[in-house]
């Protein structure tokens, strides 16, 4: 069935950064994906996650640093990264900020997250 979305819900996260879901748990009750945009300040950080989905992001504007097992990848405008369920990342932006769009499978939640305290 086709089903069109007319807007997002903003979804209030600590820190500045802005999240626009268009389809995902909130915006559509819809479980099995999400996707949505995010605008991140200068200088943002979160705290380091072990999500239980997997995460493919596009970024728009900006840079997007993902500290992994690995070491740290920087992805810049036009580019893209994804992790898998499981890995252990942490995400943070450049001094210009940061637009990027997410697409979660399953679709993000807070308790699958895992977000270190």
């Known amino acids: 069935m086709v089903r ?5 819900t903003r979804i209030p996260v600590p820190g500045g950064k802005v999240i626009d879901e ?11 994906v ?12 979160e705290p380091a996650q ?3 989905f997997a995460e493919y992001t596009l970024v728009l504007r900006g840079t997007v640093i993902v500290e ?3 070491g740290t990848t920087e ?4 580019q893209a990264f994804t992790c898998e369920p499981g890995e252990k990342i ?13 697409v979660c ?5 807070p308790e699958t997250v895992n977000r270190a305290e």
Do not use: Q
């Open 4 to 8: 069109k979305i007319d807007s997002a």
């Open 22 to 32: 268009y389809v995902g748990r909130v915006n559509s009750s819809d479980d099995r």
């Open 34 to 45: 999400s996707i949505a945009h995010m605008t991140a300040p200068p200088g943002w950080d």
């Open 50 to 52: 072990t999500p239980e």
């Open 68 to 70: 992994h097992d690995e």
């Open 75 to 78: 992805v810049g405008a036009g």
């Open 90 to 102: 942490r995400y943070s932006c450049g001094p210009e900020g940061a637009e990027y769009v997410a």
């Open 105 to 109: 499978l399953p679709a993000f939640s």
